[in-house]
Nanobody, 120 residues
């Protein structure tokens, strides 16, 4: 059983910052990479950022490049999403997800989500 627990969401004003955390655990926790996704009301879930545990290679959606930074702490099985220069369009439920294997692009495990609300 794999568990992903997100934290760090909240309410922030436009231009503010938040840092999300996602801790992975479980006896069968196996991971090649971790990703952050978000879903705004009435919209489909979208990719935000990802990071590989080995080497730290990162990838970002165009909409968050230069504002968001994903990082990881391998010893703690934890990934972070530093979000700066937030705007109301960033309002969404943010989910972390686990990609178990390098040969599959599928994210197989998901956290419960954390709400991020940016007020104008």
């Amino acid at each position: 059983q794999v568990q992903l627990v997100e934290s760090g969401g909240g309410l922030v004003q436009t231009g503010g910052s938040l840092r999300l955390s996602c801790a992975g655990s479980g006896r069968t926790f196996s991971s090649y990479a971790m990703g952050w996704f978000r879903q705004a009301p009435g919209k489909e879930r979208e990719f935000v950022a990802s990071i590989r545990w080995s080497g730290g290679t990162t990838d970002y959606a165009e909409s968050v490049k230069d504002r968001f930074t994903i990082s990881r702490d391998n010893a703690k099985n934890t990934v972070y999403l530093q979000m700066n220069s937030l705007n109301p369009e960033d309002t969404a439920v943010y989910y972390c997800a686990n990609r178990r294997w390098f040969y599959s692009l599928e994210y197989t495990d998901w956290g419960q989500g954390t709400q991020v609300t940016v007020s104008s």
